[in-house]
């Protein structure tokens, strides 16, 4: 969860996310604005129809009052004329108010004072019934009568003023206003109306009451009319005074003048015979025209209403539309953006990723690689796809840099190591050739020397120079310098007589028979080389007392199975798995411990040779069990001519090999193989190196085993030369003969040197016997030689 391990995608959204956010907020606020003053536009629109509802129940309510006070007012005979028309107009009422009642009470919601009004309006609505039967039976006066009708026509305007206070839109509520003064001066038209009816019906005309009602509706009249003037447009009022107008509207307001200009009006005298200077039905005919007039502006104003509403409904709608649309478009924009520069980023960091991923993993390994096998090293080194001039392309140039000099200090360190091993093969080649002359003046020596002691001193010596050029020759294989190779085949236990004689700790071998076959010539020098590194681990890290045995067996697809058997303390299963995966490999790609150059001998040797070894422990056996698989290819039948001589070394268990042998080989192995050897292996008890290097896996063959066969009994050696008071036979001088070099006899001596080399390969063996014999402390005591059982 920490936000440093995000991903680069994930670091960018959260960058991008917060004002996203924020702009949906404001977006969504102003949407929400936009939506609800449109929701508010459609109520003023349901409050247009409703005033428009309204204005129909105010027309058809002031039209029956008018009936009603002319009935009233009028002569008996006249009365039943107009029963039917007043009849008919108050079902127009009532239907009228049931349209207002339903408008209320499925679109329009009325709340505060506009509640108030509209619950005062419908009980005065209630009374109208009560009314109406009075004024149809005659039962109410005509005066009476016009004041209960006005009572309920102002709660209706009073209704309609309150539902003006719900247009709080600037462009409405002029509107709005407007009409409502218009409303009024309608209403004091058709009460003028009335009041003039009342005097055309009886006798004595014009009563005070009438005269200051009528003065009173025409204040009215006149203050509504200035307030429509004053906030009715330059339009409008020019509209209202086109259509306000005509004959009728002039004697209408002629008569009002009249009336009100009579002296009885002024109050000077009394006078009784003032009535309606028309005649009712003029009156009626230019008062109905006058209101029908203003009725039609009052229409005008409410279409514009109408409109203004649904006008201002539709620009907030679009509006809120539109910024949704603007809002999804920003939202989709930025996600475009952010994604478009994370791929970019993405791609800039996946392609110098994969570079430095290529590089680390192939480009380099395979420039240090070549450089150590010796080839011409390239220093140029290919850039990273990045060319950009930003953080990416500079951190790609960085690499590039990075990159260039990790592979010029690998040349450095590859001429380096290069002139470090021509040196280091330079002196192995220089003490080889040394130890050659000092093995060829020991074994002139040991031609002269008479004295059994001193001659074993001598072999002593020779053995430990036989180990000293071996030393070298691993040197040389470690430093990769290729040797001088023998072409001449070797037979199987040639071989491993061979790779015996290289050791300290020879006595202790057991060579088993092997199959009749010979090792091919170039690679019989490697073989022993790597089964010498082998056996000196098997017998350093076991007891003294316990024997090594070594044998081969040949296996059905003719490839050659050597298998090497100690008796030592083994080694643990992770130590074994860890030995096993590093013999993989042919070559080391990194400089072994001192304690396993020798292992990396035997690694180095394997490999060049297709050959495969293998370190396994086998269930209920002590020790370790080595293989080594030699290919078909480098095996083949052995000569009749190249038979082993019976009797030999390798068919007794146990008895001494040479001190060192001239088989023609030009290579060897590290002694040690990261286990003690010589002096010191014999000051400290042997210890399992933690691996051992091989090149390959063996391929093992099901129920082959490594049992050795019986001993057979030592040869006794040849005594007619007389013996020593230490009971060793006398050495004749000149009469034993330095073991034959394979690879220095001629062709058509082989048998020869063949049967000479069995013969004093016999005569050591006796007289290493004899040795034994006379120093029995020091072969069976183990505090002799230093070393302790394990």
């Not at 004093?760 to 006796?766: I, P």
Request: glycine share 6%; charged share 20%; aromatic share 2%.
């Amino acid at each position: 969860m920490q936000w440093r391990n995000w991903r680069l995608l994930v670091k960018l959204a959260a960058v991008l996310v917060v004002p996203a956010l924020l702009a949906v907020g404001l977006g969504v606020v102003q949407i929400h604005d936009d939506v609800t003053r449109a929701n508010s536009y459609a109520d003023l629109q349901r409050l247009v129809t409703m005033r428009g509802e309204l204005r129909t129940l105010l027309d058809a309510l002031q039209m029956e009052r008018t009936m009603s006070v002319e009935r009233l007012s009028a002569e008996a005979a006249h009365a039943a004329d107009d029963t039917a028309d007043l009849r008919q107009q108050q079902r127009s009422v009532d239907s009228a108010r049931t349209t207002v009642a339903h408008t209320r009470k499925l679109d329009v919601v009325l709340a505060g004072v506009a509640a108030n009004r509209y619950r005062d309006a419908v009980g005065l609505l209630d009374r109208l019934p009560a009314l109406r039967t009075q004024a149809t039976s005659g039962s109410i006066g005509s005066w009476t009568a016009l004041n209960d009708y006005g009572t309920i026509i102002t709660g209706l305007l009073h209704l309609d003023q309150a539902l003006v206070s719900r247009f709080d839109t600037p462009q409405l509520t002029r509107s709005a206003t407007a009409l409502y003064e218009l409303e009024a001066v309608e209403e004091q038209v058709h009460l003028e109306h009335a009041i003039l009816l009342q005097a055309a019906g009886r006798s004595h005309p014009m009563t005070p009451t009438l005269m200051k009602a009528l003065q009173e509706a025409d204040i009215r009249l006149r203050d509504r009319l200035g307030d429509f003037q004053a906030l009715a447009t330059a339009t409008e009022l020019s509209e209202y005074q086109r259509t306000v107008t005509g004959p009728a509207v002039s004697r209408r307001a002629k008569v009002v003048s009249t009336v009100l200009a009579a002296p009885f009006a002024s109050g000077a005298q009394k006078n009784t015979t003032t009535s309606l200077p028309t005649s009712v039905d003029k009156w009626n005919g230019d008062s109905e025209t006058t209101g029908t007039l203003i009725d039609k502006v009052s229409d005008g104003f409410l279409h514009k209403l109408r409109t203004s509403s649904a006008q201002l409904q539709d620009r907030t709608s679009n509006q809120a539309g539109l910024a949704s649309v603007i809002l999804f478009a920003v939202l989709l924009l930025a996600l475009a953006i952010g994604l478009g520069i994370g791929r970019h980023l993405l791609r800039s960091l996946t392609v110098l990723r994969s570079t430095a991923l290529e590089v680390a993993e192939h480009r380099l390994p395979a420039a240090v690689e070549s450089m150590r096998e010796g080839r011409k090293a390239n220093t140029v080194v290919d850039a990273v796809p990045v060319h950009t001039t930003e953080e990416f392309g500079q951190l790609a140039r960085a690499f590039d840099t990075m990159h260039a000099q990790a592979v010029r200090l690998a040349a450095e360190q590859a001429a380096l190591r290069g002139d470090l091993r021509n040196t280091l093969v330079n002196l192995s080649r220089r003490s080889q050739s040394l130890v050659d002359r000092l093995l060829l003046l020991m074994e002139q020596l040991e031609r002269h020397e008479e004295d059994p002691e001193q001659l074993a001193s001598l072999f002593t010596l020779d053995h430990l120079a036989t180990r000293m050029r071996r030393n070298n020759e691993n040197m040389m294989v470690l430093c990769g310098s290729t040797l001088v190779r023998s072409s001449h085949s070797a037979v199987l236990d040639t071989v491993l007589r061979g790779a015996v004689s290289e050791i300290e700790h020879y006595q202790r071998v057991h060579v088993q028979p092997g199959p009749p076959v010979e090792v091919i010539g170039y690679v019989a020098g490697d073989l022993v080389r790597l089964i010498a590194e082998l056996l000196d681990n098997a017998t350093a890290f076991s007891p003294p007392h316990t024997r090594v045995v070594i044998g081969g067996t040949r296996q059905s697809d003719g490839s050659l199975l050597i298998e090497i058997q100690d008796g030592g303390i083994g080694m643990s299963e992770r130590d074994l798995a860890t030995a096993n995966r590093r013999v993989a490999t042919a070559a080391a790609t990194d400089t072994p411990a001192s304690r396993q150059l020798g292992l990396l001998v035997v690694g180095r040797l394997a490999g060049r040779h297709g050959i495969a070894v293998d370190l396994s422990a086998q269930p209920g056996v002590p020790g370790l069990r080595a293989s080594v698989l030699v290919p078909a290819k480098l095996v083949t039948a052995q000569a009749p001519a190249r038979t082993d001589q019976p009797g030999t070394m390798a068919e007794r268990p146990g008895a001494p090999l040479p001190t060192r042998t001239r088989d023609g080989r030009t290579d060897g192995g590290q002694a040690e193989g990261g286990r003690t050897n010589g002096a010191d292996a014999a000051s400290r008890p042997p210890q399992r190196p933690f691996a051992l290097t091989a090149s390959a896996t063996v391929a093992r063959s099901a129920g082959n085993s490594m049992e050795a066969p019986a001993p057979r009994a030592a040869e006794e050696p040849d005594r007619s030369a007389g013996v020593t008071q230490a009971g060793l036979p006398k050495r004749v001088p000149r009469t034993r003969s330095a073991p034959a070099r394979s690879e220095r006899s001629a062709p058509g001596d082989e048998a020869a040197a063949s049967q000479q080399a069995s013969r004093t390969h016999s005569f050591l063996s006796s007289y290493q016997s004899g040795i034994r014999r006379a120093q029995p402390d020091q072969t069976h005591n183990p505090s002799a030689t230093g070393r302790k059982n394990p």
